[in-house]
């Protein structure tokens, strides 16, 4: 059974620092995407940054390139966020997402992850 576990989330003020980490029990399908989502409230889930392991590449979203840096710990099998630079505007519960099966969608689509965590509050205060 997979499970995925986040933590360390928390309140900052704007320009600080936050790493979130994703424990990842069972879960063993490294040809597909993992990554992170977040959801503010009244605002839709949005994809924030992912890795597709078989192709060993990184994806962001536009407004985090540049801040978050998305990374994976294959020993651990722990994948981590950080977040510099935090801004208000990200504040929201962040999402370790995992896929399992093949997608013909965008790494941003949430229909392509098939394992979810509980999610992480981040609150960024100004």
């Known amino acids: 059974q997979v499970q995925l576990v986040e933590s360390g989330g928390g309140s900052v003020q704007a320009g600080g620092s936050l790493r979130l980490s994703c424990a990842a029990s069972?879960?063993?399908?490294?040809?597909?995407?993992i990554g992170w989502f977040r959801q503010a409230p009244g605002k839709d889930r949005e994809g924030v940054a992912a890795?597709?392991?078989?192709?060993?590449?990184?994806y962001y979203a536009d407004s985090v390139k540049g801040r978050f840096t998305i990374s994976q710990d294959n020993a651990k099998n722990t994948l981590y966020l950080q977040m510099n630079s935090l801004k208000p505007e990200d504040t929201a519960m962040y999402y370790c997402?995992?896929?399992?099966?093949?997608?013909?969608?965008?790494?941003?689509?949430?229909?392509?992850?098939?394992?979810w965590g509980q999610g992480t509050q981040v609150t960024v205060s100004s």
């Open positions: 069972g879960y063993t399908y490294r040809r597909y995407c």
């Open positions: 890795v597709d392991t078989r192709r060993s590449t990184t």
């Open positions: 997402a995992a896929q399992s099966t093949p997608y013909g969608g965008f790494w941003y689509d949430a229909a392509r992850y098939n394992y």
